[in-house]
């Protein structure tokens, strides 16, 4: 199964700046997703990032807000911008090799905005 | 509507017990998964059932699907303390064209398996 490294593993920003999570994995796959998770709560699909096009936000979630870049089958950021408390979350990316397949999951980036 | 919704939302149990979690959802599903979770850490993936599947085993772990109810359930038998973690279902819908939508996460099972 894949191995996925997340950074940061943690951060405490200021209100107003942006914040770029990296998610890099040992082995080219097709599908990458991106989920927030809120203290104590389940996991929401952020956007699914697929290499060479345009990632594919859920609703509720805007590009403006989530810019994700996928230059290549085994990288891929999410970058939270103009940060506010309420996005005081986790952020995890995940990996599968196909819809149906189950996901392989990063650590995670635990985020504390003050 | 929230797809996959797992009872009980606490578990607490003694080590040697089983432990039981159930999990519902709404619509038509390609197949369902369960993961774990352990605290400050990603999903870990456990086991993954078919809609045309019933019940499927990995080591200690059961996990059983009843479409007709639109629910599952995941036995954890001969509990241990290492097995304290949150656990979730996740459904993958069936599109209306016959494609796959989203894996949607439930709300999660917290066990706490005690010494």
């Known amino acids: 199964s894949a191995v996925i490294s997340q950074k940061p593993s943690r951060d405490i920003c200021q209100r107003g700046t942006s914040l770029t999570i990296q998610c890099q994995v040992d082995s080219q796959v097709t599908m990458m997703f991106w989920y927030r998770q809120q203290p104590g709560q389940s996991l929401t699909l952020i956007a699914t990032a697929n290499q060479g096009s345009e990632a594919t936000y859920e609703s509720g979630f805007v590009i403006d807000k989530f810019p994700i870049s996928r230059p290549n089958l085994t990288f891929s950021t999410l970058t939270v911008s103009n940060m506010s408390p309420e996005d005081s979350s986790i952020y995890l990316c995940?990996?599968?090799?196909?819809?149906?397949?189950?996901?392989?999951f990063g650590d995670g980036t635990r985020l504390s905005i003050l | 509507s929230q797809q996959g919704e797992e009872d009980p939302q606490a578990l607490s149990i003694q080590e040697g017990e089983n432990a039981t979690m159930n999990c519902s959802y709404k619509t038509s599903i390609n197949n369902l998964q369960w993961y774990r979770q352990n605290s400050g850490r990603g999903l870990v993936h456990l086991i993954l059932i078919r809609s045309n599947e019933r019940e499927k085993h990995s080591g200690r772990l059961r996990v059983t699907l009843d479409t007709s109810k639109k629910s599952s359930s995941l036995l954890i038998t001969a509990s241990r303390a290492a097995d304290t973690a949150s656990y979730f279902c996740?459904?993958?819908?069936?599109?209306?064209?016959?494609?796959?939508?989203?894996?949607?996460f439930g709300i999660g099972t917290k066990l706490q398996v005690i010494p």
């Open positions: 996740a459904s993958l819908g069936r599109g209306n064209s016959g494609g796959y939508q989203k894996v949607t």
């Open positions: 995940s990996v599968a090799p196909g819809f149906d397949q189950p996901q392989h």
